[in-house]
């Protein structure tokens, strides 16, 4: 109802081709500046490394930059799950893409996203330590969810007005501005409960054409249409829900079911965090009780991990509380979590995480951190510099 009243102010919001545009204006730009991918890894070897992150000396190969003929989502596989033999452990491989054009506006932030999205899946598997190898996937007793709330919390931590004011820095080292942060929040903060929406339409989208009998693709069509009316509540038919990746692949169905629990699960973490620390960037007692979880491998049940990590039975309270806040509430809480993080000290030592890592552009191998981390982040951001902008 607040987006219909909206349009009074702005003719043809609703459109599902104006939306996104005519909602979050030009802040891609505006914030494009503070998201510099030269400096991605880095930024994201120094946060992982601040939480205490290990790989438990996994082995790690990403893939970050488009090109011709990739596959345009980005992912995480495991070529080798962590295993034992007679007794002796051995490490995980995971290996991780996204699609970053460099030098086009918001890439940077993309490419950083994956990094921490990612990033957090393939540390959630390769710092398992069950002796059955089946344990050390993302399949049951666990289930995709529970992968999910772990890379989805990362990813979370990454877009955190603490994180952002801590680390995205532009050229000239200055920080990302509250102001920004500000003004964006009082024009998108309306859009807080779609997030879920969207993800509960690719839900209702699979699950209306597995249960449909003789299916035709008009009726394909006809249910993409309903659904997308019913959770966006554009003005116009639109089929983007068959724009997902996911329902195109065996492997990955049903999978938008797990991006829900899972963000209800992360916003419960998040909250038990906050109200444990009142911080969790740069907080090595977060790593600390994650890594605990993550020994676990696969073994429990979903609802009994999210029971284990927070202390309580999976609810939607933490979730629904943080998208109905009030806009002022909502900015003094910032303020009050950027305060806290005048107290915290900045990771300022090497970055050891505990992996072999390889940065790769197809079969090229650009750099690896056979040296050092850093030395490894120097020489792909000058390998990035010799790319075609």
């Known amino acids: 109802m607040a987006i219909r009243e909206l349009e009074v102010a702005k003719p043809g919001l609703r459109k599902p081709w104006n939306f996104g545009y005519m909602m979050t204006g030009s802040f891609t730009l505006e914030e494009d500046p503070y998201y510099i991918f030269d400096e991605a890894l880095m930024r ?19 893939d970050l930059l488009d090109r011709q003929g990739k596959y345009n989502n980005g992912f995480c596989h495991y070529p080798m799950l962590v295993n034992f033999n007679d007794g ?30 990612e990033g957090g899946h393939a540390a959630d598997r390769l710092a398992s330590e069950q002796t059955e190898v089946c344990l050390n996937s993302e399949w049951p007793p666990a289930s995709v969810a529970w992968a999910e709330t772990h890379s989805q919390f ?22 990302y501005p509250f102001e920004l942060f500000d003004r964006k929040t009082r024009q998108v903060r309306i859009l807080s409960p779609l997030g879920l929406n969207h993800i509960i ?30 959770y966006l509540d554009y003005s116009e038919d639109s089929l983007s829900v068959l724009s997902v990746p996911h329902i195109y692949d065996w492997a990955s169905s049903a999978y938008y079911h797990s991006y829900g629990l899972a963000i209800l699960a992360l916003s419960q973490w998040r909250k038990y965090f906050y109200d444990k620390y009142g911080y969790i960037v ?13 020994k676990l491998g696969s073994s429990k049940l979903f609802p009994e991990f999210v029971r284990i990590a927070t202390g309580k039975e999976l609810s939607p309270e933490a979730f629904v509380e943080d998208v109905t806040m009030d806009v002022e509430k909502y900015l003094d809480r910032a303020k009050k979590r950027i305060e806290k993080m005048s107290s915290v000290p900045e990771f300022s030592g090497p ?21 050092s981390f850093e030395d490894m982040a120097q020489k792909y951001k000058e390998w990035l510099h010799n790319q075609v902008r």
């Open 351 to 371: 970055v050891k995480l505990n992996a072999n890592i390889r940065m790769v552009h197809g079969k090229e191998l650009v750099a690896d951190n056979s040296v």
């Open 44 to 62: 994201w070897g120094k946060s992982f490394s601040a939480l205490g992150i290990d790989y438990l000396g996994g082995k790690l190969q990403l």
């Open 282 to 294: 740069d907080n090595p007692n977060v790593g600390d009780e994650m890594t605990k979880v993550w």
């Open 88 to 117: 002796k452990r051995n490490s995980g491989v995971a290996n991780f893409t996204c699609n970053v054009v460099y030098g086009q506006p918001g890439a940077g932030s993309q490419g950083m996203n994956t990094l921490f999205h």
């Open 201 to 230: 339409m690719v839900s209702e989208f699979e699950k209306r054409v597995y249960e449909e009998s003789n299916l035709t693709p008009e009726k394909v069509i006809a249910i993409a249409k309903k659904v997308c009316r019913k």
């Open 154 to 175: 990362l990813d979370t931590m990454f877009s955190s007005i603490e994180w952002r004011t801590r680390y995205a820095k532009n050229k000239d080292r200055e920080s």
